[in-house]
C-alpha cells in the first residue's frame, strides 16, 4: 500500500520567516502533486512534479521531486499570512488512484 | 461559475437516517470522485467513476452507493448512517483519470451524524 507521510504536521511561524514542508514515501510515484486547502474550501492544486530532482517555482513557493521519486519538498521563502491552510501532497501509480499524504496545517502570525 | 459544486454545505441527521449529497460538474470532465476527509483533515479516496462507469471502490461499506446518472453529475447515497460517517465529504473531477491530472474539488460536504 503506497503512503505520504508528510512532516511537520504542525507549523506556526512569524510572517517573513522561511520554512520547508516534507513528503515522503517508501513507494515510487509517477508523480507527485502538492495542493493547499483553506478551512470550508476544497484543495487547490499548486503544482505538479513528473521528472526525479525536477525543481518548480511558483512565486515564493519551490517544489522538488527527488531523484528517486519516493519524496518531494515544498519550499516557502518569507512566509505571509495568506500562505495559511492546509498544505496536501498528492500521487499516485498512474490511474484513477490519487493518494493524498498526511497534510501539514501551516499557520503564518502577522 | 463554480466549476465543481455539491450540495448541501452541511448536513446533520440522526443514527440510522437515509442522507444523499449531491455533485455536479461543468468542465467537461470524464472522471468524477468522492473523497472523505476525516478530523485530523486526512482525506482518503472512497469512489472513482469514469465515464459514468465505477472504477474504483476503495473497501467503502455497502451502506455508502454513489450514482452517475450523466458523467456530469455524481451523487452519493449513504444507508443508515452512523456516528463514524461523520466528516466531511469531498466531491472532484478531473479531465481524464491520471494521477498527474489537476483535481477539482468542490467546496465539501460536512456530514455531522448525532
Known amino acids: 500500500t503506497q503512503l505520504l507521510e508528510q512532516s511537520p504536521q504542525f507549523l506556526s511561524i512569524q510572517e517573513g520567516e522561511n520554512l520547508t514542508v516534507y513528503c515522503n514515501s517508501s513507494?515510487?510515484?509517477?508523480?507527485l502533486q502538492w495542493y493547499r486547502q483553506e478551512p470550508g474550501e476544497g484543495p487547490v492544486l499548486l503544482v505538479t512534479v513528473v521528472t526525479g530532482g525536477e525543481v518548480k517555482k511558483l512565486k515564493r513557493l519551490t517544489f522538488q521531486f527527488g531523484d528517486a521519486r519516493k519524496d518531494s519538498s515544498l519550499h516557502i521563502t518569507a512566509a505571509q499570512p495568506g500562505d495559511t491552510g492546509l498544505y496536501l501532497c498528492?500521487?499516485?501509480?498512474?490511474?484513477?488512484?490519487?493518494?493524498f499524504g498526511t497534510g501539514t496545517r501551516l499557520k503564518v502570525l502577522a | 461559475d463554480t466549476a465543481v459544486s455539491q450540495t448541501p454545505k452541511y448536513l446533520v441527521t440522526q443514527m440510522g437516517n437515509d442522507k444523499s449529497i449531491k455533485c455536479e460538474q461543468n468542465?467537461?470532465?470524464?472522471?468524477m470522485y468522492w473523497y472523505k476527509q476525516d478530523s485530523k483533515k486526512f482525506l482518503k479516496i472512497m469512489f472513482s467513476y469514469n465515464n459514468k462507469e465505477l472504477i474504483i471502490n476503495e473497501t467503502v461499506p455497502n451502506r455508502f452507493s454513489p450514482k452517475s446518472p450523466d458523467k456530469a453529475h455524481l451523487n452519493l447515497h449513504i444507508n443508515s448512517l452512523e456516528l463514524g460517517d461523520s466528516a466531511v465529504y469531498f466531491c472532484?473531477?478531473?479531465?481524464?483519470?491520471?494521477?498527474?491530472?489537476?483535481?477539482?474539488f468542490g467546496s465539501g460536504t460536512q456530514l455531522s451524524v448525532l
Open positions: 513507494s515510487v510515484f509517477s508523480s
Open positions: 468542465l467537461g470532465h470524464d472522471t
Open positions: 472532484a473531477s478531473s479531465q481524464i483519470p491520471a494521477t498527474n491530472e489537476k483535481l477539482f
Open positions: 498528492a500521487g499516485g501509480p498512474g490511474t484513477y488512484k490519487y493518494i
